[in-house]
């Protein structure tokens, strides 16, 4: 029992990129630190960004942007009230979700509308309890909605 214990807090160390340095640690030191991205995305100036969700026991998408020569750029949590602020209902497109946020821990399809429902466990800043925020994906592709709730998996009963 000790053991795994041990083992669980070594992985929960090395889940939040604590030792990687941006400009000198490689992608390859990137996955090693944190495992396989669960998505790789292009982004602007030839980045690819590596998104690292850590649901459904974190509270946190880690984002690992690495430049075209393999660096690390920068390791940014991206589930914070100001991302989420960025994006616009009727504006936002689902790839910009996506390319911000990165992949959503549980994704749904609702049945009556068409609309895909995307949800993101996050932490306000001075709350104990976590949140989701939920979006709507309308069937085009665009933002329709955006919520925040209770994390229905941890409310107090």
Not at 4 to 15: E, I, R, T, Y
Not at 51 to 67: K, L, N, Q, S
Not at 134 to 142: A, E, T
Request: proline share 10%; with cysteine; net charge neutral.
């Amino acid at each position: 029992m000790r053991g795994l214990l041990l083992l669980l807090l070594a992985v929960g160390c090395a889940s939040d990129g604590r030792g990687l340095v941006p400009g000198q640690s490689t992608a390859a030191e990137v996955e090693a630190a944190m495992g396989p991205a669960a998505d790789k995305r292009p982004a602007a100036g030839g980045e690819t960004v590596y998104y690292y969700p850590r649901h459904p026991f974190g509270y946190a998408t880690y984002a690992a942007r690495i430049a075209p020569d393999g660096k690390l750029i920068a390791l940014e949590q991206r589930l914070t009230p100001e991302n989420m602020d960025k994006l616009k209902p009727g504006v936002t497109r689902a790839e910009e979700v996506l390319d911000l946020l990165g992949p959503p821990y549980r994704p749904m399809k609702q049945a009556a509308s068409g609309d895909e429902i995307w949800t993101y466990p996050f932490l306000i800043p001075g709350f104990t309890l976590g949140h989701w925020f939920v979006v709507h994906i309308s069937p085009d592709g665009l933002l329709r909605e955006k919520n925040t709730i209770s994390d229905p998996t941890r409310a107090r009963r």
